[in-house]
Nanobody, 132 residues
Framework: QVQLVESGGGLVQSGESLRLSCTAA????????VGWFRQVPGKQREGLSC????????YYADSAKDRFTISRDNTENKVYLQMNSLKSDDTGVYYC?????????????????????????WGQGTQVTVSS
């Protein structure tokens, strides 16, 4: 059963923007934290950002600071990732993930060694390609 669906990826030029959406099949308020991650072939999955569904607390990895903004719309059961000033290094498959357990949103939650233990629900991913 699909519980999260990402959308909004595509092919853009360097410097352009994209907004990714993560849509939950049911009430997103069933979850406590949603994270965005990026996977590049041959590289470890990278945590970019997370948001607390309840109070909107956010966290950004260094690679996402200043250019990416995470937000949520609990009425639409969506979490967004606004990505500006895209670079070729941003190319990859972007995933959102969550879990029904009451995890906080902080830097620990999106660490590569923590994520497999903490976040059990993943979307199918959306491809972002940035041409230079």
């Amino acid at each position: 059963q699909v519980q999260l669906v990402e959308s909004g990826g595509g092919l853009v030029q360097s410097g352009e923007s994209l907004r990714l959406s993560c849509t939950a099949a049911g009430p997103i308020t069933d979850y406590y934290v949603v994270g965005w991650f990026r996977q590049v072939p041959g590289k470890q999955r990278e945590g970019l950002s997370c948001i607390s569904i309840g109070d909107g607390t956010t966290y950004y990895a260094d690679s996402a600071k200043d250019r990416f903004t995470i937000s949520r719309d609990n009425t639409e059961n969506k979490v967004y990732l606004q990505m500006n000033s895209l670079k070729s290094d941003d190319t990859g498959v972007y995933y959102c993930a969550t879990d029904p357990r009451p995890w906080p949103c902080n830097g620990i939650m999106i660490k590569p060694d923590i994520v497999p233990m903490a976040l059990d629900i993943w979307g199918q991913g959306t491809q972002v390609t940035v041409s230079s």
